[in-house]
């Protein structure tokens, strides 16, 4: 039997691929944005990412599974 966590996990995962696959609508309707993703659609979007965080804790009482990435043309420098 899967445990909550690998659930979660798999949500998070299928709204990720969702996000990456769907990225140049995203693109023109929310540049510039941080945007939460839940059940493979936008749930809401800010420029604010406290705020796209108490909102989708919200709307979704816990936030697990939810994909938040940002939205740009640019590409994201990621130092590791």
């Known amino acids: ?3 909550e966590y ?3 996990m798999k949500e ?3 709204n990720q691929r ?3 696959d769907d990225f140049e609508r995203i693109l023109r309707e929310y540049r510039d944005k941080f ?3 839940w059940n493979q659609k936008v749930i809401d979007a800010d ?5 796209l965080s108490e909102s989708v804790k919200e709307k ?3 936030a697990k599974g939810v994909y938040v990435g940002y939205v740009s043309e640019k590409p ?5």
């Open 1 to 3: 039997m899967e445990s």
């Open 6 to 8: 690998v659930r979660w």
């Open 12 to 14: 998070f995962e299928r």
């Open 18 to 20: 969702w996000f990456i």
């Open 35 to 37: 945007v939460a993703v």
């Open 47 to 51: 420029t604010d990412l406290e705020k």
């Open 60 to 62: 979704t009482r816990s």
């Open 76 to 80: 994201i420098e990621m130092i590791l």
